[in-house]
């Protein structure tokens, strides 16, 4: 081979793997979300004109290693679907000390349904699993209240429960 023709090769090998390359950075930054600082906010107290019920919401201990049940004041919707929304929001707070937040911050609802037959259906944002230091595929949601009671999901951002006021157990 000619000199010419090493230097077509080497031409055109240097121009794939600067392709690869900043093909690679796109897709790393297309993939991997920028991780926004959370606030820093104390969860509000729910006001003392709305009447409330007591739901059972599940943290992780301080040493990280179970699930405690607290027992927090949630504010009372009106029926099942808002039931749930108030207890799914409740979660989705800061944890009370000294327990662990077991969902990522930022973590937002972005819908709650109830089918006909009492399947409930959760729609968190993407921090759900993206934002997770421990996110696995077959993870359960783990939540209760006088409202749900919950089931295994294998997706961590969609959980399924039945709720109880629609639904005979």
């Known amino acids: 081979m000619t000199r010419k023709r090493w230097l077509q090769i080497a031409a055109v090998a240097l121009i794939v793997v600067v392709v690869a390359w900043g093909a690679s950075r796109l897709l790393e930054r297309v993939v991997s979300p920028v991780p926004e600082e959370p606030a820093a906010a104390a969860p509000v107290p729910p006001a003392a004109n709305v009447p ?67 399947d409930a259906f959760v729609d968190l944002s993407p921090e759900v699993s993206t934002m997770h230091p421990g996110a696995r595929r077959w993870s359960a949601c783990r939540f209760s209240s006088a409202a749900s009671r919950p089931i295994r999901s294998r997706d961590t951002s969609t959980c399924a429960a039945r709720s109880s006021a629609t639904h005979r157990w």
């Open 52 to 118: 409330h019920i007591i739901a059972t919401l599940y943290y992780g201990t301080s040493d990280g290693q179970a699930l405690a049940a607290v027992k927090r004041e949630v504010p009372l919707g009106e029926g099942p679907r808002a039931q749930g929304r108030q207890i799914l929001q409740s979660e989705l707070e800061a944890a009370p000390a000294p327990y662990l937040s077991l969902i990522p911050p930022g973590t937002m609802l972005r819908a709650f349904y109830i089918t006909e037959r009492g």
